[in-house]
C-alpha cells in the first residue's frame, strides 16, 4: 500500500443534517485524518425534500463538529447544483472521492456528480454502498441505481448481503466487504446505575431496548408481541422504546393495549439527541434489533462500543456482526423466538458472560481498519 498522504474527499450528509449516516462521515472523516490524510466532506444543504423524509425535522440541534471540515454544498434535486459541485470538487483535485450511496432518490445526483468529475481526471471514484435495493421500493429505483453503480470505480459494502445485491448490478470485480466500525461518537460509558437515574426509570426492573426511528421493516411490532408471551411478563422485563415514528403509531400502541403493556412498554418515542445516546444504552441490560429486513446496522455497533449484549433476527448483515450465543442471540423473525432467547438471557443470567465477550469480539470493528481498507481499495484502483 501506498503510504503517503492523500487528499480525500466524502461526499454525504454530515452537520448539521441528522441520523446514522452523517454520524458514520463525521467519524470515517476523522479516522482517515488520523490515518495523516487531508479529508473534508461535502454534504447537502437540501438533502430530501419533506415528501421523502417522514420524520419531524432532517437537522440535529447539538454541537457542531470542531475537529473536521464539513462544507455544506449539494441540493439534492438541482442539477445545475451537481455539475457546480462536481466541478468545485474537481478544482480541488483529490487523490479520491468517496461517495456514500443508501437510497436510489441519490442515484441521479451522485451518479451525476462523480461522472463529471471523472471527466478529464485521473480521480478515482469510491462508493461506500449502505443499501443498493432499498428497505422500502419505489418506481424508477433500478434505472437510478444502475446510472449511479455506472460512474464507480470501487465499491465498499458493510454487509455480504449487499456485496451480493451489487453483482446483480455490476461486474465490476473491484468491490470489497468492510464490516461497519463501531460507533464511538456517543460519549463514555456511564454505570447502569447512573443510566437509569438519568432516565428515571427503577433500578431494580430488567430492561430492554430498541433503539432507532420507527418504521415497519424494524420490526418493533413483532418485538410487541413478544413482550406479550406470559413467561416475558412474568419476569417483569420492561421494554424501551427510543426513536422516532416515521410511520403511524396506532398500530403499535394497539398491540400494547391488546397484551395490556402499558407498564411494560417505556415510550421516548422522539429523536434521540446524540449526547443522550448513551444513557439508553447504558441502562439496558440488552438491545434489541427485531428487524424483517437489514444490510448493516449502526445501532449493533453503538451497543458494541457500550459493551452490550444484542438480540438481532437473522437478516442481512446482522449475522455476521452478532456472534450467536456469544456476544448476545440470532434470532427467528418471530416473537416466541425472540421472547425465548429474553427469557433465556435473564433465567441464565447471560449477561456477564457476553459482556465479557464483547471485550474481545469488538476487536474486529475498529476504525483503523476500515481506513485501511478503504486506502488498499484506492492503491489497487491506480
Same mark, same amino acid.
Request: net charge positive; with cysteine; charged share 25%.
Given at each position: 500500500?501506498?503510504?503517503?498522504?492523500?487528499?480525500?474527499?466524502?461526499?454525504?450528509?454530515?452537520?448539521?443534517?441528522?441520523?446514522?449516516?452523517?454520524?458514520?462521515?463525521?467519524?470515517?472523516?476523522?479516522?482517515?485524518?488520523?490515518?495523516?490524510?487531508?479529508?473534508?466532506?461535502?454534504?447537502?444543504?437540501?438533502?430530501?425534500?419533506?415528501?421523502?423524509?417522514?420524520?419531524?425535522?432532517?437537522?440535529?440541534?447539538?454541537?457542531?463538529?470542531?475537529?473536521?471540515?464539513?462544507?455544506?454544498?449539494?441540493?439534492?434535486?438541482?442539477?445545475?447544483?451537481?455539475?457546480?459541485?462536481?466541478?468545485?470538487?474537481?478544482?480541488?483535485?483529490?487523490?479520491?472521492?468517496?461517495?456514500?450511496?443508501?437510497?436510489?432518490?441519490?442515484?441521479?445526483?451522485?451518479?451525476?456528480?462523480?461522472?463529471?468529475?471523472?471527466?478529464?481526471?485521473?480521480?478515482?471514484?469510491?462508493?461506500?454502498?449502505?443499501?443498493?435495493?432499498?428497505?422500502?421500493?419505489?418506481?424508477?429505483?433500478?434505472?437510478?441505481?444502475?446510472?449511479?453503480?455506472?460512474?464507480?470505480?470501487?465499491?465498499?459494502?458493510?454487509?455480504?448481503?449487499?456485496?451480493?445485491?451489487?453483482?446483480?448490478?455490476?461486474?465490476?470485480?473491484?468491490?470489497?466487504?468492510?464490516?461497519?466500525?463501531?460507533?464511538?461518537?456517543?460519549?463514555?460509558?456511564?454505570?447502569?446505575?447512573?443510566?437509569?437515574?438519568?432516565?428515571?426509570?427503577?433500578?431494580?426492573?430488567?430492561?430492554?431496548?430498541?433503539?432507532?426511528?420507527?418504521?415497519?421493516?424494524?420490526?418493533?411490532?413483532?418485538?410487541?408481541?413478544?413482550?406479550?408471551?406470559?413467561?416475558?411478563?412474568?419476569? /417483569?422485563?420492561?421494554? &424501551? +422504546? =427510543?426513536?422516532?415514528?416515521?410511520?403511524?403509531? *396506532?398500530?403499535? !400502541?394497539?398491540?400494547?393495549?391488546?397484551?395490556?403493556?402499558?407498564?411494560?412498554?417505556?415510550?421516548?418515542?422522539?429523536?434521540?439527541?446524540?449526547?443522550?445516546?448513551?444513557?439508553?444504552?447504558?441502562?439496558?441490560?440488552?438491545?434489541?434489533?427485531?428487524?424483517?429486513?437489514?444490510?448493516?446496522?449502526?445501532?449493533?455497533?453503538?451497543?458494541?462500543?457500550?459493551?452490550?449484549?444484542?438480540?438481532?433476527?437473522?437478516?442481512? /448483515?446482522?449475522?455476521? &456482526? +452478532? =456472534?450467536?450465543?456469544?456476544?448476545?442471540?440470532? *434470532?427467528?423473525? !418471530?416473537?416466541?423466538?425472540?421472547?425465548?432467547?429474553?427469557?433465556?438471557?435473564?433465567?441464565?443470567?447471560?449477561?456477564?458472560?457476553?459482556?465479557?465477550?464483547?471485550?474481545?469480539?469488538?476487536?474486529?470493528?475498529?476504525?483503523?481498519?476500515?481506513?485501511?481498507?478503504?486506502?488498499?481499495?484506492?492503491?489497487?484502483?491506480?
Amino acid at each position: 500500500m501506498n503510504s503517503k498522504k492523500k487528499k480525500v474527499i466524502i461526499v454525504g450528509p454530515a452537520y448539521p443534517l441528522r441520523g446514522g449516516i452523517a454520524n458514520f462521515n463525521e467519524a470515517l472523516c476523522r479516522a482517515m485524518n488520523n490515518a495523516g490524510n487531508e479529508t473534508k466532506i461535502i454534504s447537502f444543504s437540501l438533502q430530501y425534500p419533506s415528501f421523502l423524509f417522514p420524520g419531524k425535522t432532517q437537522f440535529e440541534n447539538g454541537k457542531e463538529p470542531n475537529d473536521i471540515i464539513i462544507e455544506t454544498k449539494i441540493n439534492s434535486i438541482n442539477p445545475i447544483n451537481w455539475i457546480k459541485v462536481a466541478n468545485y470538487i474537481k478544482s480541488e483535485n483529490p487523490d479520491y472521492v468517496i461517495l456514500r450511496y443508501w437510497l436510489p432518490f441519490m442515484g441521479a445526483c451522485l451518479g451525476t456528480i462523480a461522472k463529471r468529475i471523472k471527466k478529464g481526471t485521473a480521480i478515482k471514484i469510491i462508493a461506500i454502498t449502505d443499501n443498493v435495493i432499498p428497505h422500502e421500493s419505489r418506481i424508477g429505483d433500478e434505472i437510478l441505481t444502475k446510472y449511479f453503480v455506472k460512474q464507480i470505480d470501487g465499491f465498499i459494502v458493510m454487509s455480504k448481503s449487499v456485496l451480493n445485491d451489487l453483482n446483480e448490478f455490476t461486474a465490476n470485480k473491484n468491490k470489497i466487504f468492510l464490516p461497519h466500525p463501531i460507533y464511538d461518537i456517543f460519549g463514555e460509558r456511564v454505570e447502569k446505575s447512573v443510566a437509569l437515574k438519568h432516565l428515571n426509570l427503577n433500578p431494580d426492573d430488567k430492561h430492554i431496548l430498541f433503539f432507532g426511528f420507527i418504521r415497519n421493516y424494524k420490526g418493533l411490532d413483532i418485538l410487541l408481541e413478544a413482550m406479550g408471551d406470559k413467561r416475558v411478563k412474568e419476569l /417483569g422485563v420492561k421494554l &424501551i +422504546v =427510543a426513536g422516532e415514528y416515521y410511520e403511524d403509531a *396506532s398500530p403499535y !400502541n394497539e398491540i400494547i393495549k391488546k397484551h395490556s403493556l402499558e407498564v411494560s412498554v417505556i415510550l421516548h418515542t422522539r429523536y434521540i439527541p446524540s449526547e443522550e445516546v448513551r444513557y439508553y444504552f447504558c441502562a439496558c441490560d440488552m438491545a434489541v434489533q427485531p428487524y424483517r429486513h437489514a444490510t448493516q446496522s449502526g445501532v449493533t455497533q453503538i451497543a458494541y462500543h457500550f459493551d452490550k449484549p444484542m438480540l438481532v433476527t437473522n437478516v442481512g /448483515g446482522l449475522p455476521e &456482526i +452478532v =456472534a450467536h450465543n456469544k456476544v448476545g442471540y440470532v *434470532s427467528a423473525i !418471530n416473537p416466541v423466538s425472540i421472547a425465548n432467547f429474553i427469557v433465556e438471557f435473564y433465567a441464565h443470567d447471560k449477561e456477564e458472560l457476553f459482556i465479557a465477550n464483547i471485550m474481545d469480539e469488538k476487536k474486529r470493528f475498529l476504525w483503523s481498519t476500515f481506513v485501511k481498507g478503504v486506502e488498499d481499495l484506492h492503491h489497487s484502483l491506480l
